[in-house]
């Protein structure tokens, strides 16, 4: 293909704002222990540091994906940027944890922006048969941000403090707001005459989330347990409003009538549920366990996402040649066999065997996640793209969420109120070994979605 001013431009941009959210995940996972030394945070309060981000992010993306198909994805991709630039800022300055937890909140809130509009940008700016090498490039900018991201974290919490990697992110903030303003453009006339949403079903959809996941920190006390039943009836009525509304916020026909969208929806959802907290989980252990700095611990953990970003343009495309589910499910049966083979990490394990299975699972994960992303995306028609964007990123961030509070789930139930600092080697060993057999399970159910969703139609 003929790369034009115009394609490269779109392309960076994308790259470059996939890069930075990432980059942020991982590095501050890898400043946890130092975070929770400053503000003396119990482990279930130190998860949330990680969770605030992921929840509001997946408050957000659906909403974001049909505004954007109405109001512009140029526009919200916009203010996406500087609201992620302008809340990364404002976690460097954070006085205590309470404040440090609310601005990641807000931050996701501009992470939401641009990850939803961002691959509808990038698709809408490209011919169908091209699709699939363009996201793939776009994924390996995601993955570069993960491998950067630990080493990164690591440098700077040891020698600068963990503030130092948000006033870092501040600062790419601020250069992608240049350029996004110089070189993106406006967005075309919209066809649609319609520019409202459906906010009653908005509404249920984030409450549903916000209870599902607060009272996640709550159980086994009977509170949590209620939030939980609240969260799941809030979702029920919002899937109820949006099935008959005019203006839905997702149409629920895209899921009950399009199988190769809804269960590439659905593999992506129990993919990302399995394999998100391992970064969260071997962080701490490397650190704890093993007694590595953080910096020693980011140079282990880069492994998983450099494979991933070497491989995902490849997996990109092979998937414009091969039907997806071949890819997507050998990738998803290779992320199965890596997670089990975590659950036997000991207190003596060699590092080159953690890095071994770090590349394993990374390669696994770059051979699902670009064929399916591929997948999800030409399953729709182009007035769709926001909408599809933001279904993939939403399944993708409520599968972080599911995978961080099934983590905090085994620490709550098994550490109390205690810092994981303070929590005995065994203990910690004990629960993050049923974590990883319990991550292990689920990709494993996740085959059958992904083999079974259907042939690609590349038309």
């Given at each position: 293909m003929d790369w034009t001013k115009k394609h490269l431009s779109i392309m960076g941009i994308v790259a470059i704002t996939a890069f930075m959210g990432t980059f942020l995940i991982s590095s501050v996972s890898i400043a946890l222990p130092a975070i929770e030394k400053s503000f003396g945070l119990d482990a279930v309060a130190l998860s949330w540091v990680v969770t605030a981000f992921l929840l509001s992010t997946a408050m957000f993306l659906l909403p974001v994906g049909r505004w954007g198909d109405l109001k512009g994805?140029?526009?919200?991709?916009?203010?996406?940027?500087?609201?992620?630039?302008l809340s990364s800022l404002a976690c460097?300055?954070?006085?205590?944890?309470?404040?440090?937890?609310?601005?990641?909140?807000?931050?996701?809130?501009?992470?939401?922006?641009?990850?939803?509009?961002?691959?509808?940008?990038?698709?809408?700016?490209?011919?169908?048969?091209?699709?699939?090498?363009?996201?793939?490039?776009?994924v390996a900018a995601v993955?570069?941000?993960?491998?950067?991201?630990?080493?990164?974290?690591?440098?700077?919490?040891?020698?600068?403090?963990?503030?130092?990697?948000?006033?870092?992110?501040?600062?790419?903030?601020?250069?992608?707001?240049?350029?996004?303003?110089?070189?993106?453009?406006?967005?075309?006339?919209?066809?649609?005459?319609?520019?409202?949403?459906?906010?009653?079903g908005t509404f249920f959809y984030m409450l549903g989330l916000v209870s599902l996941v607060y009272g996640s920190s709550f159980i086994p006390d009977v509170s949590g347990w209620l939030m939980q039943g609240g969260g799941i009836l809030a979702l029920i009525i919002f899937w109820l409003i949006e099935n008959r509304s005019a203006r839905p916020v997702i149409e629920t026909r895209l899921y009950t009538r399009n199988r190769l969208f809804a269960y590439s929806n659905l593999a992506a959802l129990i993919n990302y549920s399995a394999t998100f907290a391992i970064i969260f989980l071997l962080s701490l252990y490397l650190q704890k366990i093993q007694r590595l700095s953080p910096r020693e611990a980011g140079m282990i953990l880069i492994a998983q996402p450099i494979v991933m970003a070497l491989f995902s343009p490849l997996a990109g495309r092979l998937s414009d040649r091969i039907q997806a589910r071949y890819l997507a499910s050998l990738g998803m049966g290779m992320c199965t066999l890596?997670?089990?083979?975590?659950?036997?990490?000991?207190?003596?394990?060699?590092?080159?065997?953690i890095v071994s299975i770090l590349i394993w699972v990374g390669l696994g994960f770059a051979f699902f996640s670009s064929p399916n992303m591929n997948t999800i995306m030409s399953s729709v028609d182009k007035r769709q793209y926001g909408l599809a964007s933001g279904s993939a990123a939403t399944m993708r961030v409520i599968g972080q969420i599911v995978s961080m509070t099934i983590a905090s789930l085994f620490f709550a139930a098994m550490f109390g109120n205690q810092a994981i600092l303070e929590v005995p080697n065994a203990l910690f060993m004990?629960?993050?070994?049923?974590?990883?057999?319990?991550?292990?399970?689920?990709?494993?159910s996740g085959i059958y979605f992904s083999f079974n969703r259907g042939k690609m139609n590349r038309n």
């Open positions: 994805i140029r526009r919200l991709f916009k203010l996406g940027v500087l609201i992620f630039t460097g300055l954070s006085p205590s944890g309470f404040w440090l937890i609310f601005f990641r909140y807000i931050q996701g809130i501009g992470a939401a922006f641009t990850s939803t509009t961002g691959p509808a940008i990038l698709v809408s700016a490209f011919l169908p048969q091209y699709r699939g090498r363009v996201i793939g490039l776009a993955y570069l941000g993960l491998a950067f991201g630990p080493f990164a974290g690591g440098f700077l919490t040891e020698f600068f403090g963990w503030r130092s990697i948000f006033f870092v992110a501040s600062a790419l903030g601020l250069f992608t707001s240049v350029i996004t303003f110089l070189f993106l453009g406006n967005d075309d006339m919209l066809d649609s005459k319609e520019k409202k949403v459906d906010l009653k890596g997670l089990l083979a975590f659950a036997f990490l000991s207190n003596t394990t060699p590092v080159w065997s004990t629960a993050m070994k049923w974590g990883f057999i319990t991550f292990s399970l689920i990709c494993l």
